[in-house]
């Protein structure tokens, strides 16, 4: 009887501290990755379909690793995902704001031409 409940003590624990763990990225960070998708394909690219508005998960979008415990953006791969056709991107730098644990950005062949002033995040 002492080990189930044991058992049963630390199934309970376990089942109540889900609710406290991260399920995904967190909001703001998950509306800043929308924005930095949409600023990537403006004017009309397709640019990473697996960022879609709908889905709250974004640690699990392609390019995108998060911290497992905290669920903060932690690396960032955007190598080549700008399409050439769309020509010359100006980068808005304060995209990357809402990252506050970002540690790895990679943004190489993307065309970036250079930076516009800071225009800060829009909803």
């Excluded at 800043?32 to 403006?42: E, G, P, Q, T, V």
């Excluded at 889905?55 to 690396?75: F, K, L, M, P, Q």
Aim: with cysteine; net charge negative.
């Amino acid at each position: 009887m002492g080990l189930f409940l044991q058992v049963f003590t630390v199934l309970v624990i376990t089942v109540s501290l889900q609710g406290w763990l991260p399920l995904g990225c967190l909001e703001e960070e998950r509306i800043a990755l929308l924005h930095l998708k949409d600023s990537l394909n403006y004017p009309n690219g397709t640019s990473l379909p697996s960022w879609i508005k709908a889905d709250a998960h974004c640690c699990d979008w392609e390019s995108i690793v998060c911290n497992s415990s905290t669920g903060r953006v932690t690396r960032l791969y955007l190598d080549s995902v700008r399409n050439q056709e769309l020509g010359d991107w100006y980068l808005n730098a304060s995209l990357f704001l809402p990252f506050q644990q970002l540690n790895t950005l990679s943004l190489w062949n993307n065309s970036i031409a250079g930076w516009v002033e800071n225009k800060g995040l829009l909803s």
